[in-house]
């Protein structure tokens, strides 16, 4: 999900018969494509158009569309890598969240950090767009995604773990988001990360426009006996000076996204019931208490009770 840099052109009115045929051959929408043109960007040309992808700016707002990939150029990172650029030509044009609605791609989509919605709750400037008068049927997903942080999402790096570990300390030190005492290891915290490269579950990233890691999320099974294989549970730390603006709602649609692509049937959160926003948070995103332990945990000198918040995929 890394950006590929210069990737694409903008097409011009030439273009647009070859951008109209790759569209219809997969499906997608052509209403509303061409009066658009300006913020297209397209890889190929007239006499072979591979992808393209698109946006229409309304307001403070903005359409993804037309994300598009030629059946022989799939599997060569073109869909990732143009989506990534839209979501950034997105942030310069100043929309403050980007919207877009897909019947077969919410997962994909889910990795960038969009999270479903209902259709009414986009932005009414959006909902006046060809894809929400008629273009795109009614059975399609809604997914947003928040601009105003100028964060991204992205899988983790073993360089990254350094930082991960004082987002992470941070909280051992002082809340209790999380209940262990003792400092973590650079050494176990590169651990915890090569586990989850092994098992193939996600460790996510933000960073912001900088290149500064400013909160991380990751997941692993929830029990480790047989029965539990299709559970899982998931952790979302975010750098103290970046609560409040978002970050959470970026990285726990990816981490939902990539689960239920492996297979996962739930999730579960483990959260301290006095930590309001994380509660808040997680029944913004879709979970439910399934159960609360009353002082089932322990630090700072005080009993703690725990809730369970857990989504099915």
């Known amino acids: 999900m890394l950006p590929q840099q210069n990737l694409g052109r903008v097409p011009d009115a030439a273009d647009w018969p070859a951008i109209r045929d790759l569209l219809k051959s997969c499906g997608l929408p052509i209403e509303g494509a061409r009066e658009h043109l300006r913020h297209f960007l397209v890889v190929g040309d007239a006499d072979a158009m591979l992808a393209c992808v698109g946006l229409e700016s309304h307001g403070g707002s903005a359409l993804l569309r037309s994300l598009a990939v030629a059946p022989e150029a799939r599997g060569e990172g073109l869909g990732r890598g143009l989506a990534a650029q839209a979501i950034l030509a997105a942030r310069g044009l100043g929309a403050r969240c980007l919207v877009l ?17 209902a259709a009414e709750q986009a932005p009414a ?44 300390n941070h909280e051992v030190r002082t809340s209790t988001s999380t209940y262990q005492d003792a400092e973590r290891t650079l050494a176990e915290q590169l651990q915890q ?79 301290d019931t006095a930590n309001r926003a994380s509660m808040r948070l997680h029944e913004a995103m879709g979970f439910q208490v399934a159960g609360v332990m009353k002082q089932g945990g322990f630090k700072f000198g005080h009993w703690l009770d725990v809730a369970f918040v857990q989504i099915l995929l």
């Not at 019947?103 to 479903?116: H, I, N, Q, V, Y």
């Not at 273009?135 to 991960?164: H, I, K, N, Q």
């Not at 099974?221 to 709602?249: D, I, K």
Request: glycine share 10%; charged share 25%.
């Open 125 to 168: 400037a959006v909902r006046a767009s060809a894809e929400f008068r008629g273009a795109c049927p009614e059975s399609c997903t809604t997914l947003m995604m928040e601009l105003s942080s100028g964060c991204r999402v992205r899988p983790a790096l073993a360089g990254d773990m350094p930082a991960v570990l004082e987002i992470y």
């Open 193 to 271: 990360w090569e586990l989850k490269q092994d098992e193939g579950h996600a460790f996510f990233v933000a960073e912001d426009a900088a290149g500064r890691l400013v909160g991380y999320a990751n997941y692993g099974l929830f029990r480790p006996r047989e029965g539990w294989r299709f559970s899982c549970e998931h952790a979302v730390y975010v750098h103290p000076e970046w609560r409040g603006r978002g970050l959470a709602r970026l990285l726990l649609p990816a981490l939902i996204c990539h689960a239920r692509r492996r297979g996962f049937h739930t999730m579960v959160g483990v959260v």
């Open 101 to 117: 609605r897909t019947e077969t791609a919410a997962d994909f989509f889910g990795l960038f950090g969009f999270r479903p919605i």
